[in-house]
């Protein structure tokens, strides 16, 4: 008899610690990586990848302006924190248009002869805006789509600034441009008690921040959001 109720103790606990793994989240980083390489699949060429690159950038950086409500488009840090600085900080819309504006910028030195349209002002409707930023990243695939091997590290004619020179670079310095700007985007939706779409389903953080995707609604938090992506 205590054997049989040993072994259906035992059979319980084993139970139980199937049920705790399967409702932990999923790792973002896999022991033994991900079963397959999804990222390497269909990119054969340059451009391909480059591309690919980009629109990582691009998914994160475009739901995250849009994210944010018309009415804060405005917004800017001010004294949210103790002893914080935010003198002289673009508000969000100055944040969207400045990336916009330089992936016409970066990208347009691949493509110089490329129309390219006109930044609308940063009291425009939040529409207008966001057109605006997409056209923007559409143009830069555009110009990464014309990257192959032989002209990869060619120089371009004029160069926008002093990082990048070839036509590689500029496509590396463009996306990563992106996601500089990103994490402020981040900054100033988080103060504004909304989830950044792209870290809403994202698996737990522990004492870094609590399980992402707390606050789906985009409500405001009961407690002062932690700065950080």
Do not use: W
């Amino acid at each position: 008899m205590r054997k049989t109720l040993t072994m259906a103790a035992t059979a319980l606990v084993c139970l139980g610690l199937t049920v705790h793994a399967a409702q932990q989240p999923q790792a973002e980083f896999p022991a033994g990586g991900v079963p397959a390489n999804p990222a390497a699949a269909g990119n054969t060429t340059v451009a391909a990848q480059l591309n690919q690159q980009l629109s990582f950038v691009e998914k994160e950086f475009v739901d995250a302006a849009d994210a944010m409500p018309e009415d804060k488009y405005s917004f800017v840090p001010m004294n949210e924190f103790p002893n914080s600085n935010f003198r002289g900080v673009r508000n969000f819309a100055q944040q969207v248009l400045h990336v916009a504006g330089a992936n016409y910028q970066l990208f347009g030195a691949i493509i110089p002869n490329e129309p390219r349209q006109t930044a609308p002002p940063i009291t425009a409707p939040k529409a207008e805006i966001m057109k605006y930023l997409r056209d923007s990243f559409a143009f830069a695939h555009k110009a990464i789509s014309t990257i192959t091997p032989e002209n990869m590290l060619t120089p371009v004619a004029r160069a926008p600034n002093q990082f990048a020179g070839t036509n590689l670079q500029l496509a590396v310095f463009g996306s990563t441009h992106g996601t500089d700007i990103y994490g402020q985007l981040v900054e100033y939706l988080r103060m504004n008690g909304i989830t950044p779409p792209a870290s809403a389903n994202q698996p737990g953080r522990g004492q870094r921040g609590g399980a992402r995707g707390a606050n789906p609604g985009g409500a405001a938090p009961s407690t002062p959001p932690v700065p950080g992506r």
